[in-house]
């Protein structure tokens, strides 16, 4: 592994690869940007307050969602889903949050929670392309739509099919920029960040500066790394063209 692609981890001194429990995975740069790593900090990102713009009927719902009781099924595997270009059926209630079906029932760990409030961004993923907040999108809203996340970045671009567990050969564009680039710190906003920027490449494939920033307003990073975000997403760019 070259030292490049290793990140520090819990404060480590020396960057060296950190052994989570998710086995031989250790936080480097690649396991981080498709979702294979547990990340430095844990659920740091939940002290996000609201911003100025947020919907008191997205947070009532959003707060509902993580405290109330969910309605129960209908039965075991009541509810179909589609993740990754797999077919999964899942035992929830339907208005359980799309981020909870996705992490506790399917084991995707690339979205993340932060705020629960549809404000930071770290749970993040494509619907049909498209960029949603997970964490305040009911399962049953999406039983029709094609989900990707982080994990099935690389297979949606490259037109590639990884074994559930394997990770890609070949990264998306954007996971390789944010490797050479450096950007990921402790990578637990990063999921978000490389899913909105999937979702604005495919719309824009040139896009400034300016257009850039505009995009990615609605993502939060605590370490600051807006600069090198920017940068990967015009290297992606170039790459994709």
Not at 224 to 229: Q, V
């Amino acid at each position: 592994m070259r030292d490049e692609d290793r990140v520090q981890a819990g404060g480590s001194p020396d960057g060296e690869t950190r052994i989570t429990d998710d086995g031989d995975r250790g936080s480097t740069r690649r396991n981080l940007v498709i979702g294979g790593a547990v990340v430095a900090g844990g659920a740091v990102a939940a002290s996000v307050g609201i911003t100025s713009g947020a919907s008191a009927t997205t947070a009532t719902g959003a707060a509902a969602a993580a405290s109330g009781k969910p309605k129960r099924s209908t039965g075991k595997g009541a509810i179909g889903l589609t993740v990754n270009g797999r077919r999964h059926r899942i035992d929830a209630a339907p208005d359980t949050p799309l981020l909870y079906v996705l992490r506790d029932e399917l084991g995707f760990k690339g979205p993340k929670f932060g705020c629960g409030l549809s404000q930071c961004g770290a749970c993040a993923v494509l619907s049909d392309g498209k960029q949603i907040r997970s964490c305040v999108t009911p399962v049953i809203g999406v039983t029709k739509k094609h989900i990707t996340t982080l994990e099935g970045l690389a297979d949606s671009y490259h037109g590639t099919k990884t074994a559930p567990g394997e990770q890609p050969e070949k990264l998306h564009p954007l996971q390789q920029a944010w490797i050479d680039e450096q950007v990921p710190q402790c990578g637990y906003c990063q999921n978000g960040m490389l899913i909105e920027a999937a979702d604005l490449l495919s719309k824009t494939p040139d896009p400034s500066e300016d257009q850039i920033i505009k995009a990615m307003d609605g993502h939060l990073c605590r370490c600051g790394t807006y600069n090198g975000i920017v940068r990967a997403i015009k290297r992606a760019a170039k790459e994709m063209h």
